[in-house]
C-alpha cells in the first residue's frame, strides 16, 4: 500500500511537471517569436541608419595593356586638369542617349535638340560641363574663382524653366574629373584631383548628401565603373575600388522630406520606386503612406465611433438585461467577417452609388438632430399615454424601425439632389475616401463596441444606485457618473479601433485606389502602408533600397500599432484598478 501510494504521488508529480514544463515552453515560444519578429524588422530595416563603403582593392594589380578600356570620363586625357575658361569661351556636350547638346556661351547656357535650339537659360560661370544618363539632365561645374567652385544637376523641361540643384561644394584647387551614375541606385560618385591625391565621394543624387569617400595617392582616372566596383587607372596599372552596402544609400533625409526632383515643378513628397528607365531617379519617400494611412484611420472613425460608441451605451446600460444578453454577442460576431469580404462588397456596390451615397450621408447628418427630437417628442408622447408599456416593452424594435425609416429617408432624399444641376456642378469627382470610410468604418466598429461596452458594464452599480437614490435621470447618471467613470476605458478603445484601422490591410488595398499622393484632402486618392506592402514586395528588388525601404515601413507600422496598443492597455489597466477601488 506504501508502495503504490509512493508511486501514485510520483505519477502526479511528474504530470504536474509536464504541464508546467509545457506551459512554461508556450510561454518562451510566444515571447522568443515576439523578439524574432522584432529582431527581423529592425535587421532589415538597418541599412537606412548605415551609410555606403568603398574599399580599395590593390592585389592584384593589373596592367592597363592587358585590360580593355572603356572609359565612362567624357574626357580623352582623364587626368588632365584644364584651366579655367574665360567668360566668352564656349562650352559643348551631348547627351549619351539623346540627340540632345547642351552649349554654354557667353553666360547663357542652349539646350539643342536635333541641332534645333530649344531652350535658352542664364546662369553663372560654367568652367565643365557633364552628361547624364537621365533624359535632359546635366552636371555643372561653376566656379566664379579657384576658391568658389561647386557642382549643380540641372534638368531642362519642355516650356519650363531651368531647374537647378547645388550637389557638392569643391574646396580650393580641387578639380572634378568625372561624374559616374548609378542605373538603380540614386547615387553619383565623383572623381576628383587635388595635389597629387586621387579622391572618389559618393553622394545621394536626391538629397546631395555626401555618403563616403577614398583617397588615392596619385593622379588617376576613370577606366571603368559598374554597380558594385569602380575601376581607377594610375599610369600603367589599374585599382579596383569596390563598393559594399549600396542598399543603404537611402537616407532618413530622403524618406522624410520633400525633395526636387527632374520634370517636378518643385520641392515634393513623394513615392515611385519603378520609375520608367534604370537611370531616373526612384522616390522612396514614405510620408504619403503614412499620411495615407492617417487619413483612412482618421476618416474610419467618423463612422465608426458614432456607431460603436452609441451601440456600447445602449448594450451597457440602456437596454434591458433580457436585450442586452442577444444583442452584445450579435455584434461582436459581426467582428468575424473576413475584411476581404466587406472590401468585396465595398469596392462593388459603394463604388458605383458613391454620388448618390455621398448626399444621402450629407442628409442623414443634417437631418439627424431633427430625427433625435422627433423621436423624444414621440417618446413623451407616448409616456403620457396608456401605450407606455408597450412602447417600453418594444423599444428596440420601435427604434430600429424608425432609424430604418429615416435612412430609408436620407437616401431618397440624396438620390432626388444629385438630380439638381447645381449639386452637380459642387459634387466632387472623386468619392474614394468616402467609399473608405463606410467600408473600414463598419470593419473597426465591432472591434470600439466591444471594448467600450465592457468598459461601461464594468462602471461599480453601487455607484448607478446612488445616483438614483440622490434623484439622478437615467441621462445624468449615463453623462456625470457612467461616461466619466468609463472614460478610460472607452479612450483605449477609440485607440485599438484607431490602431485596428491602421493596420487593416484588405479593405483599403480593394476600396482605395492605391495612389500615394501627400494630401490630406479627404477627396484625393491614398496608398496605406499595409496595402503598399501588399503590392510591392512581390515586385521588391534586393539589389537596390527598394526592399530595404519596405522593411523601414513595416517597422514604421510596427512601432506605430505597438505604441498604439501599449498606451490603450495601459489606459484599461487603470481604469480596472480605479473601479477595484471604488468597488
Given at each position: 500500500m506504501h508502495f503504490l501510494g509512493f508511486a501514485q504521488h510520483l505519477f502526479r508529480f511528474r504530470k504536474a511537471n509536464t504541464f508546467y514544463f509545457l506551459s512554461a515552453l508556450s510561454a518562451f515560444v510566444v515571447v522568443t517569436s515576439f523578439i524574432i519578429l522584432i529582431a527581423t524588422l529592425v535587421i532589415r530595416s538597418f541599412p537606412v541608419f548605415t551609410k555606403p563603403s568603398y574599399e580599395v582593392q590593390i592585389e592584384p594589380i593589373i596592367t592597363a595593356d592587358n585590360l580593355h578600356t572603356d572609359s565612362l570620363s567624357p574626357s580623352d586625357d582623364v587626368a588632365y586638369i584644364p584651366d579655367l575658361p574665360s567668360q566668352n569661351e564656349r562650352l559643348s556636350q551631348t547627351h549619351p542617349s539623346q540627340d540632345v547638346t547642351l552649349v554654354y556661351n557667353a553666360g547663357q547656357l542652349e539646350l539643342f535638340q536635333s541641332k534645333q535650339l530649344v531652350a535658352t537659360s542664364p546662369f553663372a560661370k560654367v568652367t565643365q560641363v557633364f552628361p547624364s544618363n537621365i533624359p535632359f539632365v546635366f552636371y555643372l561645374v561653376v566656379s566664379e574663382t579657384y576658391d568658389a567652385t561647386q557642382l549643380f544637376r540641372v534638368h531642362w523641361q519642355a516650356n519650363k524653366p531651368l531647374q537647378s540643384l547645388l550637389l557638392f561644394e569643391l574646396s580650393k584647387e580641387q578639380r572634378l574629373v568625372s561624374v559616374?551614375?548609378?542605373?538603380?541606385?540614386?547615387?553619383?560618385?565623383?572623381?576628383?584631383?587635388?595635389?597629387?591625391?586621387?579622391?572618389?565621394?559618393?553622394?545621394?543624387?536626391?538629397?546631395?548628401?555626401?555618403?563616403?569617400?577614398?583617397?588615392?595617392?596619385?593622379?588617376?582616372?576613370?577606366?571603368?565603373?559598374?554597380?558594385?566596383?569602380?575601376?581607377?587607372?594610375?599610369?600603367?596599372?589599374?585599382?579596383?575600388?569596390?563598393?559594399?552596402?549600396?542598399?543603404?544609400?537611402?537616407?532618413?533625409?530622403?524618406?522624410?522630406?520633400p525633395h526636387a526632383f527632374p520634370g517636378y515643378d518643385n520641392a515634393s513628397l513623394t513615392w515611385q520606386t519603378n520609375p520608367a528607365q534604370d537611370y531616373q531617379l526612384r522616390k522612396y519617400n514614405i510620408m504619403p503612406l503614412i499620411i495615407g494611412s492617417l487619413k483612412a484611420s482618421a476618416i474610419s472613425l467618423v463612422v465608426a465611433l458614432p456607431i460603436a460608441l452609441g451601440a456600447a451605451i445602449y448594450v451597457g446600460f440602456l437596454a434591458k438585461s433580457n436585450a442586452r444578453t442577444w444583442l452584445k454577442p450579435v455584434?461582436?460576431?459581426?467582428?468575424?467577417?473576413?475584411?476581404?469580404?466587406?472590401?468585396?462588397?465595398?469596392?462593388?456596390?459603394?463604388?458605383?452609388?458613391?454620388?448618390?451615397?455621398?448626399?444621402?450621408?450629407?442628409?442623414?447628418?443634417?437631418?439627424?438632430?431633427?430625427?433625435?427630437?422627433?423621436?423624444?417628442?414621440?417618446?413623451?408622447?407616448?409616456?403620457?399615454?396608456?401605450?407606455?408599456?408597450?412602447?417600453?416593452?418594444?423599444?428596440?424594435?420601435?427604434?430600429?424601425?424608425?432609424?430604418?425609416?429615416?435612412?430609408?429617408?436620407?437616401?431618397?432624399?440624396?438620390?432626388?439632389?444629385?438630380?439638381?444641376?447645381?449639386?452637380?456642378?459642387?459634387?466632387?469627382?472623386?468619392?474614394?475616401?468616402?467609399?473608405?470610410?463606410?467600408?473600414?468604418?463598419?470593419?473597426?466598429?465591432?472591434?470600439?463596441?466591444?471594448?467600450?461596452?465592457?468598459?461601461?458594464?464594468?462602471?461599480?452599480?453601487?455607484?448607478?444606485?446612488?445616483?438614483?437614490?440622490?434623484?439622478?435621470?437615467?441621462?445624468?447618471?449615463?453623462?456625470?457618473?457612467?461616461?466619466?467613470?468609463?472614460?478610460?476605458?472607452?479612450?483605449?478603445?477609440?485607440?485599438?479601433?484607431?490602431?485596428?484601422?491602421?493596420?487593416?490591410?484588405?479593405?483599403?488595398?480593394?476600396?482605395?485606389?492605391?495612389?500615394?499622393?501627400?494630401?490630406?484632402?479627404?477627396?484625393?486618392?491614398?496608398?496605406?502602408?499595409?496595402?503598399?506592402?501588399?503590392?510591392?514586395?512581390?515586385?521588391?528588388?534586393?539589389?537596390?533600397?527598394?526592399?530595404?525601404?519596405?522593411?523601414?515601413?513595416?517597422?514604421?507600422?510596427?512601432?506605430?500599432?505597438?505604441?498604439?496598443?501599449?498606451?490603450?492597455?495601459?489606459?484599461?489597466?487603470?481604469?480596472?484598478?480605479?473601479?477595484?477601488?471604488?468597488?
Open positions: 559616374i551614375e548609378s542605373d538603380i541606385h540614386n547615387i553619383v560618385h565623383l572623381l576628383l584631383h587635388k595635389d597629387g591625391v586621387t579622391q572618389l565621394v559618393m553622394l545621394n543624387l536626391v538629397t546631395a548628401e555626401a555618403l563616403t569617400e577614398v583617397e588615392l595617392e596619385g593622379i588617376g582616372g576613370l577606366d571603368t565603373a559598374k554597380r558594385d566596383s569602380i575601376k581607377l587607372r594610375f599610369d600603367d596599372n589599374v585599382i579596383t575600388v569596390e563598393v559594399f552596402d549600396l542598399e543603404a544609400s537611402v537616407t532618413l533625409k530622403e524618406l522624410f522630406l455584434i461582436e460576431v459581426l467582428e468575424s467577417i473576413p475584411a476581404v469580404i466587406i472590401g468585396l462588397i465595398a469596392a462593388t456596390f459603394l463604388f458605383n452609388v458613391a454620388v448618390s451615397i455621398l448626399w444621402s450621408v450629407v442628409t442623414f447628418v443634417a437631418l439627424l438632430p431633427i430625427y433625435m427630437a422627433l423621436n423624444a417628442y414621440v417618446y413623451q408622447l407616448c409616456k403620457r399615454s396608456k401605450f407606455e408599456r408597450l412602447f417600453i416593452r418594444f423599444e428596440l424594435v420601435i427604434v430600429v424601425l424608425s432609424l430604418l425609416c429615416f435612412l430609408w429617408l436620407s437616401s431618397a432624399l440624396g438620390t432626388w439632389l444629385t438630380t439638381w444641376s447645381w449639386i452637380q456642378t459642387v459634387t466632387p469627382s472623386n468619392q474614394i475616401m468616402l467609399v473608405v470610410a463606410l467600408g473600414l468604418g463598419v470593419g473597426i466598429a465591432p472591434t470600439i463596441f466591444s471594448l467600450a461596452e465592457d468598459a461601461i458594464n464594468g462602471v461599480p452599480k453601487t455607484m448607478i444606485k446612488a445616483s438614483y437614490a440622490l434623484g439622478a435621470t437615467r441621462v445624468q447618471t449615463l453623462s456625470q457618473i457612467v461616461l466619466f467613470t468609463a472614460f478610460p476605458g472607452l479612450m483605449a478603445a477609440v485607440m485599438l479601433g484607431f490602431g485596428r484601422a491602421f493596420g487593416e490591410t484588405m479593405i483599403v488595398l480593394m476600396v482605395s485606389g492605391n495612389t500615394p499622393v501627400a494630401e490630406w484632402d479627404i477627396f484625393t486618392g491614398l496608398r496605406a502602408l499595409t496595402a503598399n506592402l501588399v503590392i510591392e514586395m512581390p515586385e521588391a528588388n534586393s539589389q537596390n533600397s527598394h526592399l530595404v525601404v519596405l522593411f523601414l515601413t513595416a517597422l514604421v507600422l510596427f512601432l506605430f500599432t505597438f505604441v498604439l496598443n501599449c498606451s490603450a492597455e495601459w489606459l484599461r489597466q487603470r481604469n480596472k484598478k480605479a473601479r477595484g477601488r471604488l468597488q
